[in-house]
């Protein structure tokens, strides 16, 4: 709770290495990769501590708005339900926000009925949205996971204006300063890959899935996961269970001729980060 007590501005990071974003309809939520936009900042205000026994806060967009558990279903006959941003007649229970450290030194959210902000991926719909629900699927348990930086502290309170990632929640508060290159710049906003990692990581994969025609639309972003293997046969379980399809076979661009060819046994050493296509076996010519 103390990351967000002297805190006056925060952008929060999904697993995914995406931002949680208030989108300029002004109504719904999403992830971007622009961490540096203006629809990345949440205002930050904390409840007296008067207010509850539970330490909770309120996130509020650019756009003046609240971040707001909705209680409709995102999708009809799924779990989960919209996160929007709303301006209530009441601040009630729907805009107050419990956050917590788990023992993966990671922050959750979770609402006052115990659910949790999730950043989701997959395929349109799921693509970037944000919802809020309790996961179930092991494959999904890391999507609750945020990463928090303080962009804009309160000088009356304890300087504490720095970024905060996974390695920064230890019992021992460790601080780092802020400079001006950890804040801003393309790489740090935009890509994953510039954020701190430890040997034990593993190495980020970038993928696109192809439609049923065996064609990538470019202009979509690329989705990422972090991958501690070391073999194609575990990289194409894994992505099984990230994007829900089955039978697929993992892919990678000739820089050649952009032609499409099929990964085998064993991955690159040293685990660089890879670009890599998901298509559907049935759609690989022999």
């Known amino acids: 709770m103390e990351i967000f007590q002297s805190a006056n501005a925060v952008r929060l990071r999904s697993s995914h290495g995406k931002y949680l974003t208030a989108h300029d309809d002004e109504e719904s ?6 961490g540096d936009a203006k629809a990345a900042r949440w205002t930050v205000e904390v409840l007296p501590a008067d207010y509850t026994n539970h330490n909770i806060i309120r996130l509020k967009s650019c756009y003046n708005k ?3 558990a909705d209680d409709q279903p995102f999708l009809f006959g799924m779990t989960g339900r919209k996160v929007t941003q709303t301006v209530p007649d009441r601040l009630d229970s729907s805009v107050e926000w419990e956050p917590f450290r788990d023992g993966k030194n990671q922050v959750k959210l979770r609402t006052r009925y115990g659910e949790f902000l999730r950043a989701n991926r997959g395929l349109p719909p ?9 996961p179930r699927r092991t494959a999904t348990q890391d999507w609750i996971f945020w990463y928090v930086e303080v962009v804009e502290t309160d000088m009356l309170k304890p300087e504490k204006n720095l970024i905060l990632h996974s ?6 508060e460790s601080s780092v300063p802020s400079t001006p290159s950890s804040l801003s710049g393309p790489e ?3 890509s994953p890959a510039s954020l701190p990692r430890k040997k ?8 696109h899935v192809c439609n049923e025609y065996g064609e990538v639309d470019e202009e979509l972003d690329e989705l990422v996961i972090t991958f501690r293997g070391n073999g194609v046969n575990e990289l194409t379980k894994r ?14 661009r000739s820089p050649l001729n952009g032609k499409l060819y099929p990964l085998r046994l064993q991955l690159p050493p040293n685990n660089v980060t890879m ?3 998901v298509v559907q076996s049935s759609l690989i010519v022999a």
Do not use: K, M, P
């Open 66 to 68: 609240y971040l707001t």
């Open 200 to 207: 034990g990581d593993g190495r980020l994969i970038y993928y």
């Open 188 to 190: 740090s906003a935009d």
């Open 239 to 252: 992505l099984e269970d990230e994007t829900g399809l089955t039978d697929i076979t993992v892919c990678s």
């Open 29 to 34: 939520v999403t992830q971007g990769r622009h």
């Open 126 to 134: 799921w693509r970037n949205s944000v919802t809020h629900d309790i």
């Open 167 to 172: 390695d920064s929640f230890s019992s021992s």
């Open 275 to 277: 670009n890599v296509v």
